[in-house]
């Protein structure tokens, strides 16, 4: 397998929370050969926080790049927005699961057969530079480095910002 770097060069608009078009290009990079001692198999960059916009794209082009079937994805529940429990793919329901003790910077693709895929989520709105040092980045052998150290060689931040809670919407709401 060859390194596959799926990425638009330009750079994006400042709306990051815009919903990606149809043919908008999947920034995504996958390691050639998937390793067991990296922490994470490739990197993903988003064009928003807006699951049921962005998964689709995801599973379609890892399924035809791998040559597998994905049948459930897992994510952290505060990285993301319109986070669905199924999302349609290629004439089946991809399962959707979330948790708050997952790492929020890495999305996980299991398959009916073979290791899962770990990706690590770059920022939709990072610097253009920045995210595309990360796609190469993790495109290459990065046995040994965290989430945390590929982010910070990248010039990125190590957390992502987390989605406002409800409660923290009702008490930001009722402190004006």
Do not use: C
Not at 18 to 25: E, G, H, Q, T
Not at 81 to 107: E, F, N
Not at 117 to 122: C, E, G, M, T, Y
């Amino acid at each position: 397998m060859t390194l596959t770097l799926l990425s638009q060069r330009a750079p994006l608009s400042a709306a990051s929370s815009a919903i990606p078009l149809a043919d908008s290009a999947l920034r995504l990079s996958l390691h050639p050969v998937p390793n067991r001692r990296a922490m994470v198999d490739g990197a993903w960059w988003p064009y928003s926080r807006n699951a049921a916009a962005e998964l689709p794209g995801l599973i379609a082009a890892v399924d035809r790049l791998l040559d597998r079937v994905t049948l459930r994805v897992s994510v952290h529940g505060d990285t993301w927005q319109s986070l669905p429990r199924r999302i349609p793919a290629r004439g089946r329901q991809i399962r959707i699961s979330w948790s708050r003790h997952t790492d929020p910077r890495v999305i996980t693709l299991r398959f009916a057969t073979g290791e899962p895929v770990i990706l690590l989520i770059i920022p939709s709105g990072a610097a253009a530079g920045a995210a595309e040092a990360t796609l190469k980045l993790t495109a290459q052998d990065t046995a040994g480095l965290m989430p945390d150290d590929i982010l910070t060689l990248a010039n990125l931040p190590s957390q992502p910002a987390a989605r406002p809670t409800r409660r923290a919407a009702i008490a930001g709401s009722s402190a004006n």
